[in-house]
Nanobody
Framework: QVQVVESGGGLVQAGGSLRLSCTVSGRTFSSYTVGWFRQAPGKEREFVAQFTRIGVRDYADSVKGRFTISRDNAKNTVYLQMNSLEPEDTAVYYC????????????????WGQGTQVTVSS
């Protein structure tokens, strides 16, 4: 059974940084594309970044240049380094894994974590 567990959320002031971690267990980690999504109150879940199983990194325009996604296959973990955080980044951040090649569509991801809250104060 595949499990996805996020960690690293919290409260930070605008301009600050946080690093989120996502650990995926249950199958050969390298076969997954792993993505980060977020959902703010009253809004739909939106794509943030993905690190595909073929090594492609992809970012939403809203976070490009501020967020960095990385992957450690030996630790079954994907990281999301978030710098220059803005109040608009406040949301619950979800990690998801899937056997897809590359996609920003959350419906194509098979496994989801419970989410971690990120709050950026102004």
């Amino acid at each position: 059974q595949v499990q996805v567990v996020e960690s690293g959320g919290g409260l930070v002031q605008a301009g600050g940084s946080l690093r989120l971690s996502c650990t995926v267990s249950g199958r050969t980690f390298s076969s997954y594309t792993v993505g980060w999504f977020r959902q703010a109150p009253g809004k739909e879940r939106e794509f943030v970044a993905q690190f595909t199983r073929i090594g492609v990194r992809d970012y939403a325009d809203s976070v490009k240049g501020r967020f960095t996604i990385s992957r450690d296959n030996a630790k079954n973990t994907v990281y999301l380094q978030m710098n220059s955080l803005e109040p608009e980044d406040t949301a619950v951040y979800y990690c998801a894994a899937g056997l897809l090649l590359v996609s920003r569509d959350p419906a194509l991801y098979n496994y989801w974590g419970q989410g971690t809250q990120v709050t950026v104060s102004s």
